[in-house]
């Protein structure tokens, strides 16, 4: 048995991995970090259109603040977030994109003086200031109120994964590519590391950590249809799961991208609406307006993908030989905007649909895109119930999205939460307490029990197909746990993936061989990812309302007297067939923006008891501070400054709000 010791341990090689790994390395522990791919493939590279930071560079962003983005982002979570934790994200949003400038992301830069910009479908000349000419432009995106969002043209993922995959190799971190964590070791009470699987040999390794931080990413491909890459299926939540001790947080918050090109699933950034892109029906009809005539096309994306789902349903959707789908125009951008803003756009119409968005609609319909839920976590990154485990980005519920989470928020959120996780982390590591002191037998048998259940599966005479079963589960979640959901579906859904799982404790395999071997890696995935599909399935079928991205047709309502709640989800032992599940009340008299109508469509929700007190006590506490600093009035509705690490508590410098130097917690 081999047994690798490191400090740190990261499960995931994306944005969020890497930087934790970094931001752990640099105050002087070992990091290890995992791998499915090479780092510069992770699923991290996908994003496009860019990052929310309130820079308030561009002039359609001038004026934005910290506490803009901060209500953009609860307005959008439906208030299902934890609004101390998006505080902390809003605050250090800033120093994260110009951080990353500093390492060497090439942000697209504003210009100064007239430039031609699409706004409601219509030329419009802005002039963009001149002492902002050099610094980080930003573009519009669904749900804001300014134009918030930087990026390198639209392959903002790229650039930033490119840039950090070096820093961490400039940091000297070693990433141990093509491995598998399979299990986490723990005690019952703390995590010391994780077994892992070479994909290669199928050699079983143990290593062995101070601290373990999950950072896999999402569960796409739960979904038949997915934005998702293909390694993105949730294995990190089925690890933090397993142990029958940490709890997933909001499974049934499930996000859809309005625009997948149909019908390969392949996003097209946010970016296209953005800029000036406009959705049509199958008449060449922009519908949007009709559903949201204030935001229209750049809605939050739950809306819009209903909405967009809902005029299919009333016959305007276009047909091709694969079904039916609706229209997104960018050809009004022209083509130097196209080839020069969106060349990634350009790319993948090219060369997936053999369509010139130049000239051409582009066909789209939502798909699969995001998991607001993940690895239940506290501010700082740790489980509340299993010590020494840390998750961050899309495989965490941190939890700053809560029931729908805006785009550019998720990149930024790897970014960000990495920043603060890793220095939880290693704070976490300098404490003598937090030494590894397991006994060697404990690591001893997990390793018995993993190897244990790759032999039933390659010498046993199992009969079941792990292909047919996931696929089955694909279709299951599809068509029964999608945009809209009915208790009947949900249902039939838990009841399906129930029998899936215990069929797939009786697969079998063709081939033996115990190397490199995808039907077995198959296999054994297939069996975590029922138990996360049953976590996103149970619980949508338990919350009787509708919050965000999770629409119940027979619930239409968002229920804050009942169910103003996180859900959590544990799965307790190895024969059960459905996860067990608690609920995490969120506390309305805490709220520094308590609940109320988002912004779309009718007013029609149930308040929760304490939110008439506290929102007269919150405009009480503005009319009689209504000559103070926005900073004051912050730290008066809701302190948070004391949850961030100290390096990342200062505030941040705008062209009109020059830097200051107390630090958040000293202005009074």
């Given amino acids: 048995m081999k047994i690798v010791y490191t400090d740190v341990l990261v499960i995931g090689g994306g944005l969020a991995g890497l930087r934790v790994g970094i931001g752990a390395k640099r105050r002087g522990h070992d990091v290890i970090i995992l791998s499915l791919v090479p780092p510069k493939r992770s699923h991290s590279a ?199 001790v940490a709890t997933l947080g909001n499974m049934e918050a499930v996000q859809f991208h309005p625009t997948a090109i149909f019908p390969a699933g392949i996003l097209v950034t946010e970016g296209c609406r953005g800029d000036g892109g406009l959705l049509k029906d199958v008449d060449g009809h922009r519908f949007m307006p009709d559903y949201e005539p204030e935001k229209k096309e750049l809605a939050s994306r739950d809306v819009v993908s209903r909405r967009m789902e809902e005029h299919i349903l009333k016959g305007k959707g276009a047909k091709n030989r694969f079904g039916q789908h609706l229209w997104l125009d960018i050809t009004l951008l022209g083509e130097k905007h196209i080839k020069h803003n969106l060349r990634e756009v350009w790319e993948i119409c090219h060369y997936f649909l053999g369509v010139d968005p130049v000239k051409d609609w582009i066909p789209v319909r939502p798909a699969q895109h995001y998991t607001m839920g993940g690895v239940r976590t506290r501010p700082t990154g740790e489980s509340p119930t299993l010590k020494g485990l840390f998750a961050a980005g899309e495989a965490a519920c941190w939890d700053m999205h809560g029931f729908n989470r805006l785009g550019g928020n998720s990149v930024a959120e790897t970014v960000v939460a990495g920043m603060i996780v890793g220095e939880y982390i290693a704070d976490f590591c300098d404490r003598a307490e937090n030494e590894v002191a397991i006994p060697t037998a404990l690591v001893h048998d997990f390793l018995r029990r993993e190897q244990s259940k790759i032999d039933v599966l390659v010498d046993g005479r199992g009969t079941e197909d792990a292909s047919a079963i996931k696929g089955q589960m694909q279709d299951l979640m599809t068509a029964r746990v999608g945009i809209f959901r009915r208790g009947e579906d949900l249902g039939a859904a838990v009841d399906g993936l129930q029998q899936l799982l215990v069929r797939s404790r009786n697969i079998g395999l063709k081939c033996k061989a115990r190397g490199a071997n995808p039907e077995l890696v198959t296999a054994y995935r297939v069996q975590k990812m029922l138990k996360v599909a049953l976590c996103i399935a149970h619980g949508a079928l338990t919350r009787t309302e509708s919050r965000g991205a999770h629409f119940r047709q027979d619930y239409p309502r968002r229920n804050d007297a009942e169910w103003l709640k996180r859900t959590l989800a544990s799965w307790k032992s190895e024969t059960d067939t459905l996860p067990s599940l608690a609920f995490e009340a969120l506390d309305v008299r805490r709220m520094e923006l308590p609940p109320g109508w988002r912004g779309y469509g009718a007013k029609d929700y149930i308040d929760h008891p304490d939110t008439p007190k506290r929102a007269a006590e919150v405009e009480a506490l503005k009319q009689a501070m209504s000559g103070a600093a926005r900073f004051a009035v912050q730290e008066a509705l809701m302190p948070y400054a004391s949850l961030l690490p100290e390096r990342y508590r200062g505030r941040n410098e705008r062209i009109d709000e020059p830097l200051a130097t107390e630090p958040l917690e000293a202005v009074q």
């Fill in 46 to 244: 996908a994003a496009q259109g860019g990052m929310q930071a309130s820079l308030a560079n561009v002039i359609k962003g001038q004026g934005d603040t910290e506490d803009i983005h901060f209500e953009d982002t609860v307005r959008g979570s439906d208030w299902g977030a934890d609004q101390e934790v998006v505080r902390m994200f809003v605050n250090t949003a800033p120093k994260a994109v110009r951080e990353l400038a500093a390492w060497g992301v090439p942000w697209s830069r504003v210009r100064k003086g007239d430039r031609d910009v699409i706004i409601n479908g219509q030329k419009v000349t802005i002039t963009e200031r001149d002492e902002a000419h050099g610094l980080l432009a930003q573009r519009d995106f669904g749900g804001t109120k300014k134009w918030r969002t930087c990026y390198v043209s639209d392959g903002t993922g790229h650039a930033m994964l490119q840039t950090m995959s070096d820093q961490a190799i400039g940091s000297a971190i070693p990433v141990h590519e093509r491995v598998e964590a399979i299990a986490l070791i723990h005690d019952g009470a703390r995590c010391y590391g994780a077994i892992v699987r070479n994909l290669i040999t199928g050699e079983l390794l143990a290593y062995v950590a101070k601290a373990t931080a999950i950072a896999s990413g999402g569960a796409g491909r739960l979904y038949r249809v997915t934005t998702n890459a293909v390694i993105c299926e949730g294995i990190g939540g089925a690890l933090a799961l397993e142990t029958g």
